[in-house]
């Protein structure tokens, strides 16, 4: 990717700062309409599951990196398509983490997601 340097961090390591540019970088690299405020609500959810994950196993992701990719961008590229669904409810169907979520509230009324 371009941008930041990736570098290996503990999942307990990594400042909210550098999350969140990194997150920000990633998701300019595909274009990707989303704010700061809303990119540290991902952020938000993403240390409640880490903190939950230290009694009760919800991911197997060892780094910081690895959660902001595979839990947090993975979600937010399907963004471009949600604005082209069609008008009513739009039903989440085994998001896992509830990241998958984040993506559709982010970017539609949260009365529209099921």
Do not use: W
Not at 25 to 40: F, G, I, M
Not at 60 to 82: G, Q
Request: proline share 4%; net charge negative.
């Amino acid at each position: 990717m371009k941008g930041l340097a990736m570098s290996i961090s503990s999942i307990d390591s990594l400042d909210r700062s550098t999350a969140l540019a990194r997150l920000e970088c990633y998701c300019q690299n595909y274009q990707l309409a989303v704010t700061a405020d809303q990119l540290n609500l991902c952020l938000d959810h993403l240390d409640l599951v880490i903190e939950k994950n230290k009694v009760l196993n919800l991911t197997r992701i060892t780094n910081y990196d690895s959660a902001l990719i595979l839990h947090i961008l993975d979600s937010l590229l399907f963004l471009p398509a949600v604005s082209l669904a069609p008008e009513g409810p739009l039903l989440d169907i085994g998001s896992g983490l509830v990241f998958l979520e984040f993506r559709f509230t982010l970017h539609q009324p949260v009365q529209r997601c099921l």
